[in-house]
């Protein structure tokens, strides 16, 4: 059997410690397609990649910013030694008031950054911007124990976010915003109680439809004149 040590030693390499563990006492792993050797030879993994590059090309030449939060590595102890696998997290926005999160898991970094991506960009959604840089108002979110507060700010401040909650926001396509998270420091629970905070969103011109009034008498009620109020209301775009 082989020495604990030298498994370890190889922790960084997933696929040497398999192979190390799958060739003590028990023989390559053969299947319909053979060892693993064989199938990547045959390329298999080849095919996957060519289908993820085919989504892509569907997506009509949309740009998308895809930002990596976070990787957790985890091991399972078998008889022989451990299994090692990846779990990552990222963050998917298209810069102009779209983004999602997904997270993937694998026996490998790269395919579970694929499975991630994939999995956030089936769950974008939508949040309107105010002047196209910043929230409309301010919100809450909260998920198990995290507890963050978004608010808008002026031209100028920049994005006053720390960890996985200022990749939301620059893939969201915010320029300005000041934000505060509080209760724990999970990126998994930040990225949620986040975009909780952001689908309570909700513009002025949204909240006229539904009430059905116009945006103008809306801003009116802000104290503003009524060429103000009018001007305002013709420059929201959500």
Do not use: W
């Not at 919100?139 to 996985?164: E, Q």
């Amino acid at each position: 059997m082989a020495d604990e040590n030298d498994i370890q030693a190889q922790a960084g390499n997933p696929a040497a410690v398999e192979a190390e563990t799958q060739g003590e006492g028990r023989g390559p792993r053969r299947g319909r397609g053979g060892n693993r050797g064989e199938r990547g030879d045959r390329g298999g993994r080849g095919r996957r990649d060519d289908r993820r590059g085919g989504n892509r090309d569907e997506e009509q030449g949309e740009e998308l910013v895809e930002k990596l939060v976070h990787i957790n590595r985890v091991s399972k102890t078998v008889k022989g030694g451990k299994r090692f696998g990846f779990a990552a997290l990222v963050v998917v926005g298209d810069g102009k008031g779209r983004v999602g999160f997904g997270h993937g898991k694998a026996r490998e970094v790269p395919e579970a950054i694929s499975k991630a991506t994939a999995s956030a960009k089936k769950k974008m959604v939508r949040v309107p911007l105010k002047e196209g840089r910043t929230l409309h108002h301010d919100g809450r979110g909260c998920f198990g124990a995290g507890n963050v507060t978004v608010r808008s700010a002026p031209a100028g401040t920049g994005i006053i976010a720390g960890g996985p909650m200022r990749a939301v926001f620059e893939s969201l396509g915010v320029a300005d915003v000041v934000t505060k998270s509080v209760g724990t420091s999970n990126p998994y629970n930040m990225i949620r109680a986040t975009f909780e905070a952001l689908t309570d969103q909700s513009s002025p011109k949204a909240v006229a439809q539904r009430r059905g009034k116009k945006v103008a008498d809306l801003l009116r009620r802000g104290g503003a004149s009524a060429e103000v109020a009018q001007a305002d209301a013709e420059a929201i775009a959500e």
